[in-house]
């Protein structure tokens, strides 16, 4: 297919893909006359790749730049192109220098011990793992240093979600296809978790509180 025709089924503006050729974001038509490139399905399927990991990852464009270039190097393992495209989801937490203090560095405590009993294959570097300690050093800052004894519990739901977007990544053959549910199960599937724990609280909330019942 020629250009347009590439941005007409993929939805991306023919400058756009021009700019991610340039950039190396997407790999160059082959020539079939001086000024005419032939585009194929991978160019589309790339193409989408890249928009789901813009649009729905919120990723920059040298984030994704790296994300593909695990995907396209074949000599990686599929842990590590998953393990990339993750960390990249996950926005870097700037620097405000509050490591050093004391909430902090116990959370991070609390973290590892955490990843340690339940035998999790995590590195202590995680940016997931930072992100936990540090909602746990707000939690105790705000007074409630308590929730750290739900930890496991949450941990315990945590589990079987994450088997079951793995279950899904699974049945995605092609290292594009797992990219893309990498993406999905990061970022809509939190989303979706997040929206079902709300509703489970209201429904929690209304048996509890029965006189409050119907209001939420």
């Given at each position: 297919m020629r250009i347009g025709e590439l941005s007409r089924r993929s939805g991306v503006p023919v400058p756009t893909i021009k700019y991610y050729v340039r950039e190396g974001l997407l790999p160059a038509g082959e020539l079939t006359s001086p000024n005419q490139a032939h585009y194929g399905d991978g160019h589309e399927r790339r193409l989408r790749l890249i928009r789901a990991l813009l649009?729905?990852?919120g990723m920059s464009l040298s984030a994704i730049a790296e994300v593909l270039e695990a995907v396209d190097d074949p000599g990686q393992p599929v842990h590590m192109v998953l393990g990339t495209a993750a960390r990249r989801i996950i926005p870097e937490e700037p620097e405000t220098g509050e490591e050093s203090e004391p909430e902090v560095a116990e959370a991070r405590e609390e973290v590892a011990a955490l990843?340690?009993?339940r035998g999790w294959q995590v590195n202590a570097d995680n940016p997931a793992a930072r992100?936990?300690?540090e909602v746990l050093a707000a939690l105790r800052r705000a007074g409630?240093?308590?929730?750290?004894?739900?930890?496991d519990a949450y941990a315990d739901a945590a589990e079987p979600v994450a088997r079951m977007d793995l279950d899904y990544v699974r049945r995605r053959v092609a290292r594009e296809d797992l990219v893309e549910s990498v993406v999905v199960g990061t970022v809509l599937g939190e989303a979706m978790f997040g929206a079902l724990r709300?509703?489970?609280h209201v429904d929690a909330s209304a048996r509890a509180y029965p006189d409050?019942?119907?209001e939420g």
């Open positions: 649009d729905v990852g990843v340690s009993r992100s936990l300690a409630h240093g308590a929730f750290v004894e739900l930890l709300r509703l489970a409050g019942a119907g």
